[in-house]
């Protein structure tokens, strides 16, 4: 599978087509925790991305702060009629979030809708040291 | 001292399925099962007077089933499942809409009750 970047998909012509099914942008924001949410984990590295055929085009790759998010992701997705009960349409992409001290690797679906912002919280349970996880 | 209304709990445990199906139970705050349950029921472009509407109706009903021990007393090891068709659909790692959320956080503590009763009321919103 080919690996682009964002701004080298733009140059594509499947970006055209991306673009005009997804005029607006919504935001997201991730926020990684352990121990039943009371302790944030920082330096969590966060990519989302979305395949196009044998193509991953990687949107955003960043690092939780000390509290543990990355807010405002900026990414495309279609418009939304609010104050409306339309089932709104939405756009699928992958957020995978990787620690090395943690769970290594977690993987999610996040929809995303126009001028709407999502929240997505990433549980993860410290990496058990065999040796040292027995009693005395 | 008697107790005048229900204590709110600090976290509610699901099971992931339906009631004897063999699935995980989870623990997690009560709060955040609300605004899991809501934002896969309703839609962030609702009119808010009708998110609050939906927040008020699953508080009051969760805690309903927590209030009259309604798995518990049926000898299961859980609050709520995570059915739509028994209960209000949650799955476990579900997004949540930063409008809900705020709701939930505006209305936690608040549920419905009918007349002078002092239970949760039981209630849906279709």
């Given at each position: 599978?080919?690996?682009?970047?964002?701004e080298?998909?733009?140059?594509t012509?499947?970006?055209?087509?991306?673009?005009?099914?997804?005029?607006?942008?919504?935001?997201?924001?991730v926020?990684?925790?352990?121990?039943?949410?009371?302790?944030?984990?920082?330096?969590?590295?966060v990519v989302?991305?979305?395949?196009?055929?044998?193509?991953?085009?990687i949107?955003?790759?960043?690092?939780?702060?000390?509290?543990?998010?990355?807010?405002?992701?900026?990414?495309?997705?279609?418009?939304?009629?609010?104050?409306?009960?339309?089932?709104?349409?939405?756009?699928?992409?992958?957020?995978?979030?990787?620690?090395?001290?943690?769970?290594?690797?977690?993987?999610y679906?996040?929809?995303?809708?126009?001028?709407v912002?999502?929240?997505?919280?990433?549980?993860?349970?410290?990496?058990?040291?065999e040796?040292?996880?027995?009693?005395? | 001292?008697?107790i005048?209304?229900?204590?709110?709990?600090?976290?509610?445990i699901?099971?992931?399925?339906?009631?004897d199906s063999?699935?995980?139970?989870i623990?997690?705050p009560?709060?955040?099962?609300?605004?899991?349950v809501?934002?896969?029921?309703?839609?962030?472009?609702?009119?808010?007077?009708?998110?609050?509407a939906?927040?008020?109706?699953?508080?009051?009903?969760?805690l309903n089933?927590?209030?009259?021990?309604?798995y518990?007393?049926?000898g299961?090891?859980f609050?709520?499942t995570?059915?739509?068709?028994y209960?209000?659909?949650?799955s476990?790692?579900?997004q949540?809409?930063?409008?809900?959320?705020?709701?939930v956080?505006?209305f936690?503590?608040?549920?419905?009750?009918?007349?002078?009763?002092?239970?949760p009321?039981?209630?849906?919103?279709l």
């Open positions: 599978m080919n690996v682009v970047s964002y080298e998909f733009k140059n012509l499947e970006y055209e087509n991306f673009i005009k099914d997804n005029p607006n942008m919504g935001l997201l924001k926020q990684v925790f352990t121990a039943y949410n009371s302790i944030p984990i920082e330096n969590t590295e989302i991305s979305k395949d196009f055929g044998d193509t991953k085009v949107f955003f790759r960043g690092l939780t702060d000390s509290s543990g998010i990355i807010d405002n992701i900026s990414l495309p997705a279609p418009a939304v009629n609010i104050s409306s009960y339309e089932v709104p349409e939405y756009t699928l992409y992958d957020l995978t979030a990787i620690n090395v001290l943690y769970e290594f690797i977690k993987q679906l996040v929809g995303m809708f126009g001028d912002k999502v929240i997505q919280y990433v549980k993860m349970t410290p990496k058990v040291n040796e040292s996880s027995y009693g005395n | 001292m008697a005048r209304r229900p204590i709110i709990p600090n976290e509610i699901v099971h992931l399925g339906e009631p063999a699935a995980r139970n623990s997690i009560f709060d955040e099962y609300i605004k899991n809501a934002s896969g029921e309703i839609y962030p472009n609702w009119p808010l007077d009708s998110i609050k939906n927040v008020l109706a699953q508080i009051s009903f969760a089933r927590v209030y009259n021990e309604w518990r007393s049926k299961y090891d609050d709520i995570s059915s739509s068709v209960d209000q659909s949650f476990e790692n579900r949540f809409f930063e409008k809900i959320s705020q709701v956080d505006e936690f503590n608040d549920y419905i009750v009918k007349d002078n009763q002092i239970q009321f039981f209630c849906t919103v």
